[in-house]
């Protein structure tokens, strides 16, 4: 019975590369949101999505970030043209979707931008 | 929006003694608080989740309390090994979204043996 899987679990990019980060729900869960975190803080709320929807964009910022869920595949939280700010730790959470279900998270991807 | 403040920032306890968490949270319309503990390079793991149609929930060693009048909710951990030592985090859900949920910015628990 997997869990969230998140990968890469590590990824590297240079200043201006694109970052792809993938993640598979749990089985059954048809809901993802998207996480990031910054050494030593808390989790800041990105996105939401539903298969071939996004629910809730309010915590993305307006450039060189985007996310997809698609009909089949992983979500995918894409970063255009990185720069050093946007080094963190991303996590995935999955849920049934019902009102107060909860939220169960993937071990995340730690990007580095150099 | 929601947001969710949370105390201490830090805190350290003998091994087999009490820990307590504090959180608030702004939204009176949040009817979900989830609890939940990260260990080092890990994702966050939910321990114990609490709902605003009641004042306190157990689960072994683990108890949540919600006192929605004045917005505060706890959570406290009894008989404390060294496995407990992690970052806790509170959690709301705002309540214009019955399915997001907004983070405090967590305690380190230390467990000294």
């Known amino acids: 019975n997997a869990g969230v899987m998140q990968n890469p679990r590590h990824l590297v990019r240079r200043r201006g590369q694109e970052a792809r980060l993938r993640c598979s729900p749990m089985?059954?869960?048809?809901?993802v949101y998207w996480y990031r975190q910054l050494p030593e803080e808390g989790l800041k709320f990105m996105v939401y999505?539903?298969?071939?929807?996004?629910?809730?964009e309010s915590g993305m910022p307006k450039e060189r970030f985007s996310a997809e869920f698609p009909k089949e595949g992983p979500s995918i939280l894409r970063i255009q043209q990185v720069v050093r700010g946007d080094s963190a730790a991303y996590f995935c959470?999955?849920?049934?979707?019902?009102?107060?279900?909860?939220?169960?998270f993937g071990n995340g991807t730690r990007l580095t931008v150099t | 929006g929601e947001n969710v403040e949370q105390h201490p920032s830090t805190l350290s306890v003998q091994e087999g003694d009490s820990a307590v968490i504090k959180c608030t949270y702004s939204?009176?319309?949040?009817?979900?608080f989830p609890w939940y503990k990260q260990e080092l390079g890990k994702g966050p793991q939910l321990i114990i989740d609490?709902?605003?149609?009641?004042g306190e929930k157990k689960d072994q060693r683990i108890a949540v309390t919600l006192n929605k009048t004045a917005k505060h909710f706890s959570l406290h951990i009894t008989e404390t090994q060294p496995e407990d030592s992690a970052v806790y985090f509170c959690?709301?859900?705002?309540?214009?979204?019955?399915?997001?949920?907004?983070f405090g910015s967590g305690t380190r628990l230390s467990i000294r043996p």
């Open positions: 959470a999955s849920s049934e979707g019902t009102d107060n279900s909860p939220l169960h």
């Open positions: 089985k059954g869960h048809s809901h």
């Open positions: 999505l539903q298969k071939e929807n996004i629910i809730d």
């Open positions: 939204d009176s319309a949040s009817n979900y």
């Open positions: 609490i709902r605003s149609n009641v």
């Open positions: 959690a709301a859900n705002p309540g214009s979204s019955a399915s997001k949920i907004i």
